[in-house]
């Protein structure tokens, strides 16, 4: 089970962050991801991170703003946001999968498990 949390509202410019909180005590064998969907949209890939931490991947348009990590001893994935601009606006979700050595997913067909999302609003 993955539970996100850590939304809210903040003005263009400002930073967030995101955590999600996995049961079990598997944590560290799974790769885990962060995707985002605004009303209307389909959901799209920020970023991912391999189970050791070790390899992270982001999309174009957050590379250089948001930052992956995880702690697997709080078994806790976390995504820092910053320099966030309005178009950030939307549910932000975690997602975990099984690792798979070299490589990491980026697509939502990819990941079995999912959290239930956390709201993120940008003013501008």
């Known amino acids: 089970q993955l539970q996100a949390s850590g939304g809210g509202l903040v003005q263009a410019g400002g930073s967030l962050r995101v955590s999600c909180a996995a049961s079990g005590r598997t944590f560290s064998s799974y790769d885990m991801g962060w995707f985002r969907q605004a009303p209307g949209k389909e959901r799209e890939f920020v970023a991912a991170i391999n189970w050791s931490g070790g390899t992270t991947y982001y999309a174009d348009s957050v590379k250089g703003r948001f930052t992956i990590s995880r702690d697997n001893a709080k078994n806790t994935v976390y995504l820092q946001m910053n320099s966030l601009k309005p178009e950030d606006t939307s549910v932000h979700y975690c997602?975990?999968?099984?690792?798979?050595?070299?490589?990491?997913?980026?697509?939502?067909?990819?990941?079995?498990?999912w959290g239930q999302g956390t709201q993120v609003t940008v003013s501008s």
């Open positions: 997602a975990a999968n099984p690792a798979v050595l070299g490589v990491l997913f980026r697509r939502v067909s990819e990941y079995r498990y």
